[in-house]
């Protein structure tokens, strides 16, 4: 079915591009061919116009022009002329008695002619002896004259449109029809790929990510697509999975509430903590989530301006001296001049106090240290150090992946969300920084990133 799917998708594809395609082509065969016509026949028309002018110059002056006809050149062989007054009748013909032909008002070059001065005929039998003509006629002061070039192998030649250069214009179309063939075909299969990939999403199965698209720039669009499809159903399910605890948990407390069972005070109280801890829980999960998604799809929409971090590090410090001895670390700050970084104020806040979470949560240290290592280029250099337990080294590249924990069943005690990691990347990513994690030689983690000063604004 899938075969039959893609044939038929590539069939249309290509059947369509390829009526498109001939239709132009055909629409600029015919149009060369008759425009090329109309130039070459334009020529003639324009050498015989000369030699009607030659000839009403003659008949102008009084010569006698049966004389002239007769003794000079012209410009085609059996070249018939005629001269006609202006009542349409004829008064003199090279080929047949002016007295047998009948009046050449309705002549179509003849009657173009008395009205703007000259006409021609590419293609027009004669009435008087049925013969082919190519007829040019030039009004004078006192007559028409009319040259007539009779339609001979010679003459067909030279009217005929320039059959090598439109054999060339076919065999290109045919080799474009071919590539276009080709190309419809990875585009269909691409396609068929990626609607196999969607079916696959939606039924909920399993995505083989090892596979991969052609290696050229659609392939590359293509597992971009994937990727993101992956991501994006990865994320679903981790959410998924991190909203059923807090969510059983409360179904579980309200149900004994509910119940009808006598309990006490003390533990009614406590199943409602539990309800409130977890609601706030399953708040912070999708205030991050939703922080991660607005970053990630709505990047233009963020607002950005001056910020400086500096004062908000010092107000980060007095929270922390605000807290309970079993719950402070002490910060350090090692800044020496102010840093104003361009960006969004509430995602700045977010590296920082996510950062300062982290530390209070999973390090078991005593000591935050914030350094300013650098100003150059454009950019601010900062660490974030913490004097704890660190995190085995083969752990390390998978810190800010989302809900990615060290230790899950701590974690999740804690109330962590397994997201500000996560988020502190994507803020860093944001604001056009990097950032990188390792373990301190002295213990703990360091964590170093980059943001951009005032002077890298973005457009």
């Not at 059959?163 to 065999?171: D, P």
């Not at 803020?427 to 373990?439: E, K, P, T």
Request: proline share 2%.
């Amino acid at each position: 079915m899938a075969s039959r799917i893609k044939l038929s998708y590539h069939n249309r594809l290509f059947l369509l591009l390829l009526a498109f395609s001939w239709t132009m082509i055909a629409c600029f065969v015919v149009f060369q061919y008759y425009r090329e016509k109309q130039c070459k026949s334009e020529v003639l028309n324009a050498e015989l116009q000369i030699y009607n002018q030659h000839l009403l110059k003659v008949v102008d002056e009084g010569t006698d022009f049966v004389h002239y006809i007769e003794t000079h050149e012209q410009p085609w062989e059996d070249l018939r002329i005629t001269l006609i007054d202006f009542s349409g009748k004829v008064i003199y013909d090279n080929t047949l008695s002016p007295d047998s032909l009948d009046n050449h008002l309705g002549r179509p070059e003849i009657a173009h002619a008395i009205k703007h001065g000259s006409g021609q005929n590419i293609s027009r039998h004669s009435a008087s002896n049925g013969c082919l003509y190519f007829y040019s006629a030039t009004k004078g002061e006192r007559c028409i004259v009319r040259s007539a070039i009779p339609y001979s192998t010679t003459l067909h030649v030279l009217l005929e449109a320039d059959w090598a250069f439109l054999w060339a214009i076919f065999l290109l179309s045919l080799l474009m029809s071919v590539l276009a063939y080709f190309a419809t075909r990875r585009i269909g299969k691409t396609i068929e790929r990626l609607n196999q990939f969607a079916a696959k999403a939606e039924r909920g199965e399993a995505f083989d990510e090892t596979e991969s698209f052609p290696h050229d720039e659609l392939g590359a669009i293509s597992d971009h697509i994937v990727k993101l499809y992956a991501h994006k159903r990865q994320l679903t399910n981790n959410i998924n999975h991190e909203l059923k605890t807090p969510v059983a948990s409360i179904q579980a407390c309200l149900e004994t509430l509910l119940s009808g069972i006598e309990l006490s005070e003390e533990k009614r109280q406590e199943l409602l903590g539990h309800c409130y801890a977890n609601t706030e829980r399953l708040r912070r999960l999708l205030s991050d989530v939703s922080l991660i998604t607005r970053m990630e799809d709505g990047s233009q929409l963020i607002d950005c301006e001056e910020v400086a971090v500096d004062e908000m590090l010092n107000m980060i410090a007095e929270e922390l001296e605000a807290l309970p001895d079993d719950q402070r670390m002490k910060l350090h700050l090692d800044i020496k001049e102010p840093i104003v970084v361009y960006g969004n104020p509430s995602l700045l806040n977010s590296i920082f106090s996510n950062l300062t979470e982290n530390a209070l949560t999973h390090s078991g240290g005593q000591n935050i240290y914030i350094s300013l290592l650098s100003h150059e280029r454009g950019f601010y250099r900062i660490s974030f150090e913490d004097d704890g337990c660190g995190v085995d080294e083969e752990k390390l590249p998978r810190l800010f992946e989302r809900f990615y924990r060290v230790d899950k069943g701590r974690s999740r005690q804690r109330g962590g969300t397994g997201l500000g990691l996560s988020i502190v990347k994507h803020a860093v990513l944001f604001h056009n920084g990097a950032i990188s994690v390792s373990n301190r030689s002295t213990g703990g983690l360091k964590f170093e990133f980059t943001l951009p000063d005032v002077s890298a604004r973005k457009e």
